[in-house]
């Protein structure tokens, strides 16, 4: 048995709720390798699933489906990213006060235990100083009072592909970004942990361990407890990873969502193609730059 992670490789619940409610019908989903193409067989079966956790910027689309295939029939709940930034950093998502109230909508339904607000990541930039973050921090927060008891938080870490596409934009934008100091880090995550608390919200910090500290502590994102499960193996895919052994069925460059920071994306344009061609009744959400 498993807990399905759907997905921090892309956005399955905005843009794949089709594919996904056909392969809960056919029982199995194919997931490929990133690093050696190998695919591999997931079990969809009711009998072989724990629970479910989903990841997404934008949760009304798959609203019906979560009603009629999770509904009452397994645990599960959602990590649900609001950053409210500027649409030069990302382009595509839904405004935040349309997020605040697709948030708002799965706490109504399924209280405040099954959703997480996501700050994250934190990108600071010219467009986005540390005024910036802590009123939006603030905004958004006070928002979520009453529907949330966790934001995860993290700054952003200059893999590849971030560095790729933010290089680009600031090449043809006025736009220059910076990676704060560790001191800068942690003193603005104590500001947040303040204003987090005063909304009856934990402040959980998402694979990066040198910054926890006395009153921020690493984040579970994938968390048994949550689910109403027995503690089992954790098993990070990062350096200060505690997120609980999952099975993630998504694929990589599939998000078209636009958020240049974004890891898992090297081009917009071709997450934005695969997802108008990609068909909802593959066996697996292949990446379009993965062979076969």
């Known amino acids: 048995m498993a807990i399905i992670s759907a997905s921090y490789k892309t956005d399955i619940p905005a843009f794949y709720g089709d594919w996904f409610e056909n392969r809960m019908k056919a029982g199995y989903v194919d997931v490929r390798n990133p690093f050696n193409n190998r695919l591999s067989r997931i079990s969809l079966h009711p009998d072989d699933i724990e629970g479910f956790v989903f990841w997404t910027r934008n949760i009304g689309p798959f609203l019906p489906r979560i009603a009629n295939l999770i509904g009452g029939g397994f645990p599960f709940y959602v990590q649900y ?79 590849r592909k971030t560095k790729k596409n933010l290089a680009a934009l600031q090449r043809t934008e006025d736009l220059s970004v910076f990676d704060p100091t560790l001191e800068q880090k942690k003193a603005l995550l104590e500001k947040f942990c303040d204003i987090a608390a005063r909304n009856g919200q934990k402040l959980t910090l998402c694979t990066q361990p040198d910054l926890v500290t006395g009153t921020v502590s690493g984040a579970a994102c994938i968390d048994a407890a949550r689910l109403d499960l027995e503690m089992r193996k954790i098993q990070g895919n990062r350096k200060g990873c505690l997120c609980t052994a999952a099975r993630d069925i998504g694929a990589y460059d599939t998000c078209p969502h636009g958020c240049v920071y974004c890891y898992a994306v090297s081009k917009s344009e071709k997450a934005k193609h695969f997802a108008k061609t990609a068909s909802p009744f593959s066996e697996e959400l292949r990446s379009p730059d993965q062979a076969v």
């Open 81 to 159: 990213t609001i950053t409210g930034y500027p649409r030069l950093l990302e382009s595509s998502v839904p405004d935040r006060e349309i997020s605040l109230d697709r948030f708002k909508e799965i706490a109504s339904r399924y209280g405040p235990r099954s959703a997480i607000w996501r700050y994250d990541p934190i990108v600071m930039s010219s467009v986005t100083p540390e005024n910036f973050h802590l009123e939006t921090f603030e905004h958004l927060s006070s928002e979520l009072r009453g529907a949330t008891d966790e934001v995860v938080v993290s700054f952003v870490q200059f893999y």
